[in-house]
């Protein structure tokens, strides 16, 4: 089993308003989520601006839909007994082109909360958001070195032609 460790200290959320640990490290958010089980990472300015509608909006149609997108992080059975680690550096790594695409005004952050439906993209959309702790940067920095590392490295979800 791999080495689990503590969040790091409480920290400020980058508009103010909610205050959440930050997680600097994969091995830090894979002893979360063995601890936990059902997770969820959201790709966006943060939990207090989410909180406010708790509805995403699909950027292609403009439909309001009826919950938070957000990307599971629970470990699927067929990945069998490989590393949790690994499993979470790819899940973040599936989604790292956001940010660029963003203008660099998103960030990572962990929550838990309740499905109840699917975005275009087959996401999970999540109600009743709980949120849990801020993925700092240098988590996906990390996650982009694990990746890297593979006998046979795979592209984020956003591959160009």
């Not at 059902?38 to 909180?51: F, H, K, N, T």
């Amino acid at each position: 089993m791999e080495e689990t460790a503590t969040p790091s200290p409480v920290t400020a959320a980058p508009d103010g308003l909610t205050e959440l640990p930050n997680l600097s490290s994969l091995t830090e958010l894979a002893g979360l989520l063995e601890r936990h089980g059902s997770l969820y990472v959201r790709w966006s300015r943060g939990p207090a601006e989410d909180m406010r509608s708790s509805r995403s909006v699909d950027h292609l149609t403009g439909i309001t839909m009826p919950g938070l997108s957000a990307n599971p992080l629970a470990v699927e059975a067929w990945w069998g007994d490989r590393a949790v680690r690994l499993w979470v550096a790819r899940r973040l790594y599936d989604y790292c082109h956001l940010r660029q695409e963003r203008n660099g005004d998103v960030r990572p952050w962990a929550l838990r909360g309740r499905e109840v439906g699917r975005g275009p993209d087959n996401e999970p959309l999540v109600r009743d958001v709980e949120p849990v702790c801020w993925i700092d940067l240098a988590v996906i920095e990390e996650a982009q070195e694990e990746v890297a590392a593979q006998r046979r490295p795979w592209g984020p979800m956003r591959r160009e032609p």
